[in-house]
């Protein structure tokens, strides 16, 4: 059973960081991507980044590049997404998802957590 449980949203000021956590288990295949997504209410989801299994891939999208980074602990089996330079626009439920290829949709979502983005 795949799980993946994102942690760490919360309300922050314009100009602030932040760090989200997905804590993942039972994924069987040795190449796969996480990425984290995120969605406004009645807007689509929006790609945000993405990190291979191996950790030396990733990409980020372009609303985001410069100030977020995601990274992993194989460790701890966790994708960290660490953010700055946070404006409004960034304010969003973040998801973390898992897909076996770059071009796969996604097989297994996290419940999201909340960010929030404020003066």
């Known amino acids: 059973q795949v799980q993946l449980v994102e942690s760490g949203g919360n309300l922050v000021q314009i100009g602030g960081s932040l760090s989200l956590s997905c804590a993942f288990s039972?994924?069987?295949?040795?190449?796969?991507?996480i990425d984290w997504v995120r969605q406004v209410p009645g807007k689509g989801p929006e790609w945000v980044s993405g990190i291979h299994s191996d950790g030396q891939s990733t990409y980020v999208s372009d609303s985001v590049k410069g100030r977020f980074a995601i990274s992993r602990d194989n460790a701890k089996n966790t994708v960290l997404l660490q953010m700055s330079s946070m404006v409004p626009e960034d304010t969003a439920v973040y998801y973390c998802?898992?897909?076996?290829?770059?071009?796969?949709?996604?097989?297994?979502w996290g419940q999201g957590t909340q960010v929030t983005v404020s003066s």
């Open positions: 039972g994924i069987t295949f040795t190449d796969y991507w």
């Open positions: 998802a898992e897909k076996e290829r770059a071009s796969s949709p996604y097989d297994y």
